[in-house]
């Protein structure tokens, strides 16, 4: 029999980069890229939070939110790039990764560092109500274990160890 701290290290499969997006400058337009590089000491190239907070260097939602955040604020669909958010990861369970570290593509680690509330953008983009349709539903921060390059396809796997101190962690490549 499992127990309870066993089962939240248990992930049935890997999820999936649906999207990628930049922002280039503070309350820009999100730009949609196929890819984007990133850096242990910067976070993702060409975004404004490059090189700032560790803990906040990549910001993830879930693809299954966005159905249910378009349904609150009445449409049928919500572009990701208003939902000023960096990756768009499908098949994965997000919230409960909190602390777990993220292997995605062949490259890059990620280390979930929290969640990521909505903005008084959310209004802006979305119309009334729009923040609270995102409230519960607006991903997570990570911060930048490793870089290399994050592409739409690339597989988000959950590393073994889950919640383990970056102390605990055996050495990347």
Known sequence: MQ???NLF???PRAGRIEWVGIRPERRGAVTAVD?????????????HYSGRSGNRHVTLIQAEHLPAIAAYVGRTQVDPAELRRNLVVSGLNLLALKDHYLQIGDDVVLQVTGQCHPC?????NLGPGGYN???GHGGLTARVIHGGT???GDAVRVEPGGAATPADRPDRP
């Open 150 to 152: 994050i592409r739409v």
């Open 120 to 124: 008084s953008r959310m209004e802006e």
């Open 35 to 47: 890819e984007v590089t990133v850096s242990d000491n910067d976070g993702l190239a060409g975004d």
């Open 133 to 135: 349709a995102v409230r």
């Open 9 to 11: 290290e248990v992930f």
């Open 3 to 5: 127990n309870i701290r």
